[in-house]
């Protein structure tokens, strides 16, 4: 099979079609393969799928076709297709990504959409390990009346996060915080976040474009530690939740049972579990007095 760099330098939408599908139809699903060629074009020549079925044998810009073609070694290295156009959707938002932020998951918006049943108004709410920015933008996007605040490690992951701010017209604050020294002494209505989870003995379960693209001091913790950040928040949320304040959190379903006995004994009540759409218990919410 000859390499890419063989192919002619100029082409037509079928062309790249066939050729997308020919060198990954091994690596990846059929179905989602079309999803990914229709993203893949959409993102990188504006033309979308109804445009493609139309003109086919429209001719491609040369200036496009090395990014093209690049997208199709990407994803023969396992690269995410979201890294691959650099952005995703979470919430109905357009979201930039890059290897510095996890890609955001529909689990996630499941949390998100917990705290906004909740309606809260005029509350200061803060989210811990923000990383895209996905879910203190999401609330400030539908919590009008909040103040959002998003932390996350340094400015290489808050400058992902700015920029979502932006091209979303949300007001956000976002700070470096680190979890594990923690100085502000600001006081917070509700505590969101999703913080790593993923136990290293669990890494032999996880997909390969995840283990190689997607930051691992996001997603992972040490084994002989696993409720090591859970521990860290809720520290940091006994001293900084006003009275009657909120914390919600993603889990490891694992977990479940260690998270909900980690904030009874700390003092938190009314401590509700819920499921994702997969029936997994991955969402607990509490209250402290």
Not at 227 to 242: C, E, G, N, V
């Amino acid at each position: 099979m000859p390499s890419l760099d063989d192919k002619k330098n100029i082409m037509t939408l079928l062309e790249y079609h066939d050729l997308f599908f020919k060198s990954l139809k091994s690596k990846i699903d059929t179905n989602e393969l079309g999803e990914f060629f229709f993203w893949i074009i959409d993102h990188t020549l504006g033309i979308n799928r109804i445009n493609y079925m139309l003109n086919p044998q429209y001719l491609i810009n040369i200036n496009k076709i090395p990014s093209l073609k690049n997208s199709i070694n990407q994803l023969k290295n396992d690269m995410p297709i979201q890294y691959v156009v650099g952005q995703t959707e979470f919430m109905g938002m357009k979201y930039f990504l890059n290897i510095e932020v996890l890609i955001p998951r529909p689990e996630t918006e499941e949390l998100v959409s917990w705290v906004l049943v909740s309606n809260p108004k005029n509350q200061k709410i803060l989210d811990i390990g923000t990383g895209s920015g996905c879910i203190a933008i999401s609330l400030a996007k539908f919590l009008k009346s909040c103040e959002i605040t998003g932390w996350d490690l340094n400015n290489k992951i808050l400058n992902v996060a700015r920029k979502n701010a932006e091209s979303n017209n949300v007001d956000v604050s976002f700070e470096i915080q680190n979890i594990k020294s923690i100085t502000s002494k600001e006081k917070f209505d509700v505590i969101v976040s999703n913080p790593p989870y993923i136990t290293l003995r669990e890494k032999q379960f996880i997909k390969k474009n995840v283990l190689l693209h997607e930051p691992h001091k996001a997603l992972f913790v040490y084994d002989k530690d696993p409720l090591f950040f859970y521990k860290k928040i809720i520290s940091f949320a006994l001293s900084s939740l006003k009275k009657n304040g909120s914390i919600y959190f993603e889990i490891n379903e694992m977990f479940l049972e260690d998270v909900t006995k980690l904030l009874n004994n700390r003092g938190f009540y009314d401590i509700e579990h819920k499921k994702d759409f997969r029936s997994k218990n991955r969402m607990v919410k509490a209250f402290i007095q």
